[in-house]
């Protein structure tokens, strides 16, 4: 396993093409506004050699025995599951944003389902490709992005029928040696920090649509890939000269963009070439682990929470009944959200390729409450942060010789305490709230893994809607279904039996 | 384990003394209020020895190693809590309502850990007593009341300063061969539906309270016990000739106020007499298991979306995009109980004892949702369900020879479901939104196991605020806390180490 | 103006064909089940004799200049509306319950902008009868049954199409002297407690439809008129002897499907016959002065609250801050809703007709929420009542010779507070949250005056979303919009001005 | 009444001391992160120019007759209140942010109210002071800033008792001419775009805080004042070349902290010195009016509303029924908040002095919602304008000639919408929903006008809860009440009379 400075290390050998602000980044790994982002993912690495945190951050390869970062692993139980979970808390907890690496871990997962999968239907040989993928990745413990939505151009049409055919990403060659690819995938979370692009399709397609229905993995400075960075709320912060305005002094995310202009992929890093009919299953899987992966916002709330106790104490106001019952209602959300992501691994199976796999009911109910309760325990953190967390004057006027003094003296509130540490802690909930992290905390948890519509549109599939009518039917009398199985024999014998 | 018939039969041989609307019940099993309610416990038989329930209904007993009713068992593992969660959830979807005798198997479990850690402190046996009394619970199969809240008059004196000190029950007189007891229990959920009664304490106390610190088991029909019958919305409908109108033709629940007249209690009956300290305990431990009990109205919840799933197509209006947005929600919220009570078990632990005990937080958690998600569920189905649920007319009108021709004719809505299969479903509704069920749906959602506040006080009480605040402060860069740490130093590392 | 006594004798003379229970009841007026119905309409005759709320329940005539009670005027003013507004809410906190009066004013009111309308298009003289009509009913101050609402059979078709054509009330024969109409109306609140019965089509109708718009007014005990009564939670409580149990002891509600079955009415009782083009603006109308009229539920909330409030002090509660946080919750949700309805009001305006009319989109606004806050009101009213209020004995356990010292002694909370007070005050609130008055409160908020959906589709028609684009394009710089305008101009002028 | 050139032209004659990122501000007019809310303020005089917007932003002045400006003008009816309302609406609408001007509006409607009322006490004379300077208001057409909250410090403890006397403004120094005041006043929105400061104390007060019961009105630019900026979300986004991803490119806000240092007030310009009686008055009547005139949210909303609308029709969703659904729900929260501030504009009075004054109950419940609603509407905005608002590149990449293309192809969705078009309504709603007018349009929502706590304790106080206790225990036949009052004889008229 790498630690971070190897990581760091390697990610200066890339190539990137990476644009922001409508200028090529000559330097991407000294960049302010990316290096926040990258020591998030150099805490997966540092973590993973911390032996507090050793049961948690690694595993054992399935493949080669080795002890591995869990990001590159394949789950192999129950208990894989949950810990996968546990994990994206504790770092979410200590990073207060988006680590980024677990979309390459569900792309991963997801392929090693599939891939097993389309072989089985199409006598193809993809499971074997991609194992050695996945042990080249292991071994090297890389980090991947995991690429899937297209900017889908007119949502009301499929892939072939949009009048721009890049609209989704699609082969446009085929060639002895591998395929040309060309498309584009959007929202890409952290993909400036990563070592490889994964590739997969972002709907289920049908035969007209096989062009579409790819999925491969390219080194993330292969020729023809550009990055064009997003721009996020209160970005530029970070080129400023002090650290107290960006509220979260070491950690962020980025997104963006990456355009695959003609790209060449060996065959060999090909894990779905035209199988329209596996692109839906993929879709959902990736999709499902992908939406269990949001546990890392509970890790995030976990710092929000952390930060308004320690305000509402800087404030003076934590006994307030009214200010201790918000923290609970904050607590409470947070760890209804908990709960879900605990309930789906838990509830997880193994599938035939032997990956173990989570309840896809619950990691879509999971994923829902995920696009809710942030935005209240954000509502809160701001109730119970004050008005002064829009209000207060920047670093320079704290440290300003003229006006510095009355910041000081003004913005001063319980006694003990440091007016710049007020400052300080209201910043970061400010990050959280409105800021940079809000991106991550609230527009993330919105729209990653898929928009709730798509959740809604799951969880109809998913419940056992016949069951639940058949049981109530029976409870009404209603005599359909009673008597026609095991259970009406029940009810009737309860009873009636003496009567 | 018994069959129902001989569940039922065991219960005709017991000498209830019942009062209900001002009355002696003479026969208790067969009174149509309190049936229903015992046809719910009869389930719990009847499905234990149904082979498609076996691995949920039956585990085995860690005292003779014989196969067991679950609901007799102390967990021996965290599959046994998980599959407790599951068993709540499974007969709730099959009977509608509460089935009783969860209480009594909390009460159990709570009293196998209680009893040990006394023991351990005070060199006391009554753990052996309590073993013994477990094995002839689980001989017998028998139905245990878990008897823990008192009356407390005045909320804001603890038990000996009360003017009345009957408010919580007590040792009155100390004997050589047992004690006697005075006091009464109030709440108690199917109490006559039950073998034995399980005393215990209510809350934590302190010295001057230690004749109130009383833990013991009494068979039902203890000589000076009496039990008062409470009202239920609509109980009465259960009086009337047809069944249409109960809307649940077969299930219900009853609640009882238990009053001890001086009852006296052999020693081998008596589990804790003034260890005043391990009150609390016991009253905590008891409660999470009961909190996680609440997995029940999941299952509650399944058979109201059924129901309104099926009267959405009987009124014609099942494919309206707001009828099914309405039900993917009532079902969102539905699972997102199922995830409380499935990672509260998941997340248990053994306790020196061995039994396992589920993560206290997360059973609060769970049952704090409780307290609302069924209120809305319930809200949503009287939306869907229309007004015609609270104006319909009543079954001898359907069936009347004078105007039964007119309600068949107007009351028809979707041309294939007779109007009487549409009535049924809406009684269903409305016995569970209003009637005798909401009561059990509803209100005991809210206040069994504890009311909402009792939660949230646990809430505040075991969260780790302190971590949180940490992180919060290092990532806003307060520095009593950088640098102390392990984590500290992985920021550090991670931020700073190329500048 | 009719005394209560006045009231009450004409009913006696009213010879309606009611069943209930299958049954023909003999005497209506005093049928233990509608009494207490027909006590609340008998309010709105006592309290317009009241001097202290004489400003607000009486009003001028426009015709004949005399004082009416303001249930028979037609609203001259916005303040008229607002004083509808707040009559609603009078009556409502001091009955506890629907006083069903509203209905029929509503009727009135649309119909004399509607009769007025028809007659401008199509040259006919509804409105000369319809206003001879309405001084008749001023004059003898008679509750007029405003009924819209068809059974409607299969939702999805029109009228004409249904496979029974009398699933919506129609004109089965055109006679000289009049017409002969068949069908029913469903839901009618208080139908048998009136004097009139006011017909309105229930949906805007297409020409094919002509025979179902149709409107006029008949004497509720007309020949071929016949009530069946719906069933509620806890109706026959009222058959007990005692009134404790039946929570609020004087005032309730109740419902009644009508079923005409080829009735006559004379042509200076038709006003509405076949334009079918003015059905929908008719619906409309009336629905909006419904919508209006859930003003009422604000004075239902103000007893619910005020009876939270006494069971908190009772239960020794109140000083806690959850508690009276509860209770700012109740009355914040409470006076939003006053909000809605004063709001409708207060920017009413005067149509053609001479009459004033509600804001149709605050009225639709206010309804909406009335389908939702009462559900939360009444949620945390069982919060705080306590789990007492559904496992309290009945009133003859309190009173049973043998077990009412038991009652009363383990019931006791606060001390001053005798038992029967405290279970008083919890049948109270569990009439209004469970019981009969439940049905009021919260299902007949959710679907009286029109089902949520249809409030939704009336808000998505009636905001001005063309305007908000508007602002929000040229905000954004797009240009389509931009200099086109006024108001383009003024953001010029203010943006650009000396730059 | 000034034109906006002439207000900005009198801007630029102050000599205003103005801080900001530690830096004295040269210009403060030309400064680009402070023109925006410049304009803002500008829009309140151009609009009052304009005949269309005359009858709402115009009045008579009760002093001179003459026609002033709204926001300089006392409400004489409750039609003035109202019209308050509707403008806070409208310029809302117009802006999309805050416009500033209300607080001073707020702080000269109150002081019109107390001034008379201390003098009717106090035998003093500041009602006639305080008209002549209100008269000066209005005949230059003046912005005032409305100055309340105080740094507070230990907010347990009263001002006299606080370590740094300074922590609350107070009068340092009595002279012949005048007093001479320190402290500082925080989150003053628009203060640098204001001609005068209107000072009031921020809290009741007893007589050992008398020094801080102090009212009064200097230049903006008096000697001894200074401005510290408060920084806002994106706010240096106004320092960028472009304009697109500013979001709104006209209108914003600003925050300062105002520092009084030892300024001198002449005895012509002090409302309230040490009448410390009269201070919670001031405070309670201010912030009624400061509540109602969170009327201007509402307007924001109708921007954020119509930027869905068209985001929604831009990314080719606006047909789906869940982004129906969702849009109706955010008329439907934006339409009961403008219920809310027309309720308590209807329902106002007229004072002692003249003053019409709003209905406080209905003030604090309006502002409640106003603390909640905004924060729903701006979720579900983010709902559907898709994760692309937060992935979406800068400007300068929209126009790089190196990426500008893959930008253009790539973000393009409804064909007939250039993506540029679609980028600026993105960045309009992120501005509303994280960036610098979601200070405005929810944390200020939050905490303006004081925050959700000071209304509930003000809702506490002023629902008349003994009204709704009295009528709660008579329906519930609970003796204490019962006949003794009228409407308790016409409860027993009802109920009894013919039994």
Same mark, same amino acid.
């Given at each position: 396993?790498?630690? @971070? ?15 922001? $602000?409508?200028?090529?980044?000559? /330097? ?42 869990? #990001? ?113 995938? !959007?929202?890409?979370?952290? !993909? ?69 202009? /003609?790209? $060449? ?12 009919? #596996? ?94 309760? @942030? ?96 049981? !109530? ?27």
């Amino acid at each position: 396993m790498k630690t @971070p400075q190897e990581y760091i290390d390697s990610l200066r050998k890339l190539n990137l093409v990476v644009y922001m $602000f409508g200028k090529k980044v000559e /330097n991407v790994v000294d960049d302010p506004i990316i290096r926040p982002s990258m020591n998030a993912v150099a805490m997966t690495y540092s973590m993973a050699l911390n032996p507090e945190y050793e049961g948690i951050m690694t595993a054992t390869s399935h493949i080669t025995g080795k002890k591995i970062n869990r #990001f590159t692993h394949i789950h192999q139980s129950v208990d894989d599951l949950v810990k996968k979970s546990k994990m994206g808390r504790l770092i979410g907890s200590l990073t207060g944003c988006c680590f980024q690496r677990c979309v390459g871990m569900d792309a991963l997962n997801a392929l090693s389902m599939t891939t097993y999968d389309i072989d089985k239907k199409h006598k193809t040989e993809y499971n074997k490709r991609f194992l050695k993928y996945l042990q080249y990745v292991q071994d090297n413990d890389l980090v991947c992005d995991g690429a899937m939505t297209d900017p889908k151009g007119d949502r009301s049409l499929p892939p072939h029928k949009q009048s721009d055919p890049d609209m989704f990403l699609r082969v446009v060659e085929e060639r002895k040696d591998g395929i040309v690819v060309r498309g584009a995938k !959007a929202h890409q979370t952290g !993909a400036v920090n990563s070592h490889e692009v994964i590739v997969m399709p972002t709907i289920a397609m049908k035969e007209e649509d096989k062009d579409y229905a790819i999925s491969f993995a390219m080194p993330s400075d292969a020729k023809g890939i550009t990055y064009i960075m997003g721009r996020q709320s209160c970005d530029t912060r970070k080129l400023e000269r002090g650290k107290i305005d960006q509220g979260n002094i070491a950690f962020g995310g980025h997104e963006a963009l990456i355009v695959f202009d /003609n790209v $060449f992929v060996p065959w060999d890093r090909v894990f779905m070439h035209k199988e329209y009919d #596996f692109s839906g299953q993929l879709v959902e899987q990736f999709a499902s682990y992908h939406r269990q992966s949001y546990a890392c916002k509970v890790g995030v709330g976990d710092v929000l929470i952390g930060a308004v106790q320690t305000v509402a104490e800087y404030n003076g106001a934590d006994k307030a009944s009214h200010v201790k019952d918000k923290i609970i209602e904050m607590n409470q959300l947070n760890e209804t959200l908990y709960c879900g992501c605990i309930a789906c691994a838990s509830e997880g199976h193994r599938e035939p390729s032997g990956t173990y796999y989570v309840n896809t009911l619950l990691a879509n109910v999971h994923k829902q409450n995920v696009t809710r309760f @942030p935005y209240e325990i954000a509502r809160l953190a701001q109730d119970i942060a004050g008005g002064i967390m829009v209000t207060c004057p920047s670093e320079d006027d704290l440290k300003s010789s003229e006006v510095g003094r009355w910041v000081n003296k003004y913005f001063q509130a319980a006694k003990s305490v440091p007016t710049e540490n007020r400052i300080r802690i209201l910043r970061l909930i400010e990050n959280l709230t409105l800021g940079s992290a809000a991106v991550g905390y609230l527009t993330e948890s919105m729209h990653g893994a898929g928009s709730p519509q798509a959740q809604r549109i799951m969880i109809a599939r998913l419940v056992n809607m016949k069951e639940k009518q058949k049981t !109530a039917k029976k409870l009404a009398g209603i005599s359909e279904e009673i008597g026609q199985d095991k259970e009406g024999q029940d009810i009737e014998e309860c009873n009636h039996e003496d009567q």
